[in-house]
């Protein structure tokens, strides 16, 4: 059975309201540097200035660990296009592989460990859209549920 990550939609109880509706919470977009999640959370990763085209020569580490030792993180990009490696690239690590990723192929699915770092790179000006991914922390997956992000 191969396991297919869904985005997950978060809401919460409007406080109050009459006919006891819910609301959308859009998801945190995180900066660069270290981020902790909980179980079910979910996060935006981006590209610096995202959705603005990519002007300068920057860099960016996110380093993603979810509080439950025995949770997977999910990926899910619903924009991922980088111009070829040598301009720029994301580079997802576990601690253990990584990948260096650039052009149009999303990395989608599900990471095997709690544990992700992230370090986007680009060296100047390009015409490239950048990246936009959602990140989620998922109770643990099993081997059959697992799928490799890229």
């Given at each position: 059975m191969k396991y297919m990550l869904t985005l997950?939609?978060?809401t919460v109880t409007v406080m109050g309201a009459i006919d006891n509706t819910t609301a959308p919470v859009d998801p945190v977009i995180l900066p660069c540097g270290p981020h902790t999640m909980k179980l079910g959370d979910v996060v935006l990763v981006q590209s610096p200035d995202y959705p603005a085209r990519l002007t300068n020569k920057s860099s960016c580490q996110q380093n993603?660990?979810?509080q439950s030792p025995s949770a997977n993180l999910g990926v899910n990009c619903e924009v991922f296009k980088l111009e070829d490696c040598?301009?720029?690239r994301l580079i997802i690590s576990d601690g253990t592989t990584s990948s260096t990723?650039?052009?149009n192929v999303k990395p989608n699915g599900v990471f095997p460990t709690n544990e992700m770092k992230l370090e986007f790179i680009t060296k100047g000006e390009n015409d490239s859209t950048g990246y936009n991914c959602s990140i989620t922390c998922?109770?643990?997956q099993t081997n059959d549920q697992l799928q490799q992000v890229v």
């Open positions: 997950l939609v978060v993603i660990v979810c040598d301009n720029e990723l650039c052009g998922l109770r643990e």
